[in-house]
């Protein structure tokens, strides 16, 4: 009798829109980094498949906990068109879910940092560390880069393998929580955490301890800023959202002002009038895109950047923005664009931040879900849209 799992089933039809031309090795593959261009009315079942067996330096790992990204939303939701709202690399059909936290089941015969009975968390981001890229140390763009849950197999299902070299042993921060359960909670927020670590402190240089750190969107990324830069020292915290519930959500990780920016508007008031309020007019030394609205978003940031001033973008959306370069120039300031989490020991240090106390991320996992109550949780997220992290408990 061979035993199964059920895992959560992404498709969707290969359509190309009309101004875009996949290449040769998209049309072969069905692999594209420009996911919201040719899938079509995608779609989500569960489904039952064959347990696997890990071979070589495979880990089977039993998946404990499972958040629901906003990236696994995007790719169910659609456009006016039927067409897929993320932007990013996908390759179709795929089981989706990356942010995850488990127990290692089984091992293969070639692994040899893990045994069965670790707790561990896993990478997003599969990069090869042979193509000119990881060699010079950036594994977040690579050539050949795989992502778990967008090109390959993902965590919404029972049992995931993974390659050894993109897993992590969890097992410090059951030190700090005393509870098996919360520490794979935490688990599964180390990925969206090592997102905006890698955002704030690896592509943007991090700030000095006392500057002022501005959030746009208070969703997951949004809110592991927020607990980040509290934890590095930022004096000002201040984060804009259009949801309440996120906004409490906010408060209750650090932030020091939480502004909901559609009363804003109604007072005629702009999220860069209050960043330089609440600054005395210096402004802001750190700014995060966590909102993916560039339109709505960059001219505020523009409007109060400190001289110096820093933005790391994470927000992703398929549409273009304007930018005023000679704010840019006069106020000597920059924008980092920003991709993923590996590398740079962001992994490792999110873990001993978890495990240190300094960075409790169990406040923003504002609802959880048995797998096969998927549509449920998706309706939640799609629908309501003031949860902060929905996950899978398994």
Known sequence: MVCELRALLLEAD????????????EEETRKTHMGSRVWRNPR?????????KPKGKQLLIKVRASGICGSDVHMYERDEKGYM?????TRLPVVIGHEFS????????????????????????????????????????????????????GSHTDYILVPEKYVWNISR??????????????????????????????????????????????????????ALAKAAGASLTIVF???????????????????NVKKLHEENIRPSDKVLELTGGYGA????????????TLPEMERSLAVGGKIAWIGRADKTAPIFIERFQTRRAQIYGSQGHSGHMIFYNVIRLMASGKLDTSKMVTARFPLDKYEEAFNLLMKEKDQAKVQFKL
Not at 14 to 25: G, H, Q
Not at 247 to 252: D, F, G, I, S, T
Not at 288 to 295: F, K, L, M, N, R
């Open 173 to 226: 921060i059951l030190d700090y929580v005393k509870s098996e359960d919360k520490m794979y909670v935490l688990g599964a927020t180390i990925e969206p955490v090592g997102v905006s670590y890698n955002a704030m402190f690896v592509r943007a240089g991090g700030f000095p301890p006392g500057s002022y750190v501005v959030i746009y969107g208070a969703g997951p990324i949004g809110l592991a800023a927020i």
């Open 285 to 296: 030394d750190m700014q995060v895109e966590a909102a993916g609205s560039p339109s709505a």
């Open 85 to 89: 709202l993320y932007p990013g690399l």
């Open 241 to 259: 959202d259009l949801v309440e519930n996120r906004l409490k959500v906010a408060r209750e990780m650090g932030a020091d002002y939480a502004f």
């Open 102 to 153: 488990g127990v290692v089941e089984e091992v293969g015969g070639e692994v040899s940092m893990f045994k069965p009975g670790d707790p561990v968390t896993a990478e997003e981001m599969w990069w090869c560390g042979e193509c000119l890229y990881c060699r010079a140390g950036m594994p977040n763009h690579c050539e050949n880069l795989e992502e778990m849950g967008f090109s390959v197999d």
């Open 14 to 25: 290969w359509s190309p829109r009309e101004d875009y031309k996949p290449t040769c090795k």
């Open 44 to 52: 989500l079942r569960l489904v039952e498949k064959p347990k696997p």
